[in-house]
């Protein structure tokens, strides 16, 4: 059974840092491009970043570009996004999620972790 | 950037309605857009992709349609458990992906 379990979300401050984390189990991940959405409170999915199974391929939306890193350990099944210069904007409930083999379109999401940028 | 629209934003059905949604992309995408099931609380759910193709587990009540900038997602007998806000989203441009902005399913 696929599944996705993020986590390292939180309350930071304004200009703070945070990493996000997402495990990933019961499928080859290394052979699987994975990304972020997020989704603000009450409002819709917005796309964050995307990278590809070997890590050749990076995008990211331009609302995250230059403070956002997304990276992935491969031996240990894991996702990662790295957060800096954190705004109030960029409060959201984060998702990992899989794209289908060979497209990006996502077949998997996590459940999600909670991110909250206020001072 | 592709900007995907859908209507409407809000739906209100009886179940055993038939429901479409609309979702227009500002420029064509072929037929790279998927569409997701989400319920408050929980993460989305995957139910159509490239344009016509069910997801394995989704009822075939679901159904897609469409191609270059407009496509529908039609269920075809409402039913209790559909009630949820749906969203489209584009993969063409797989360096800049976007969501719609969500259809809300309402009980009537």
């Known amino acids: 059974e696929v599944q996705l379990v993020e986590s390292g979300g939180g309350l930071v401050k304004p200009g703070g840092s945070l990493r996000l984390s997402c495990a990933a189990s019961?499928?080859?991940?290394?052979?699987?491009?994975m990304n972020w959405v997020r989704q603000a409170p009450g409002k819709g999915l917005e796309w964050v970043s995307s990278?590809?199974?070997?890590?050749?391929?990076?995008y990211y939306a331009d609302s995250v570009k230059g403070r956002f890193t997304i990276s992935r350990d491969n031996a240990k099944n894991s996702l990662y996004l790295q957060m800096n210069s954190l705004r109030a904007e960029d409060t959201a409930v984060y998702y990992c999620?899989?794209?289908?083999?060979?497209?990006?379109?996502?077949?998997?999401w996590g459940q999600g972790t909670l991110v909250t940028v206020s001072s | 950037d592709i900007q995907m629209t859908q209507s409407p934003s809000t739906l209100s059905a009886s179940v055993g309605d038939r429901v479409t949604i609309t979702c227009r992309a500002s420029?064509?995408?072929?037929?790279?857009l998927a569409w997701y099931q989400q319920k408050p609380g929980k993460a989305p759910k995957l139910l159509i992709y490239?344009?016509?193709s069910l997801e394995s587990g989704v009822p075939s009540r679901f159904s897609g349609s469409g191609s270059g900038t407009e496509f529908t997602l039609t269920i075809s007998s409402l039913q209790p458990d559909d009630f949820a806000t749906y969203y489209c989203?584009?993969?063409?441009?797989?360096?800049?992906?976007?969501f719609g902005g969500g259809t809300k399913v309402e009980i009537k």
């Open positions: 999620a899989r794209s289908r083999y060979g497209d990006y379109d996502f077949d998997y």
């Open positions: 990278i590809s199974s070997s890590s050749s391929y990076i």
């Open positions: 420029q064509s995408i072929s037929s790279w």
């Open positions: 490239k344009a016509s």
């Open positions: 989203q584009q993969y063409n441009s797989y360096s800049s992906l976007t």
């Open positions: 019961g499928f080859t991940f290394s052979s699987y491009s």
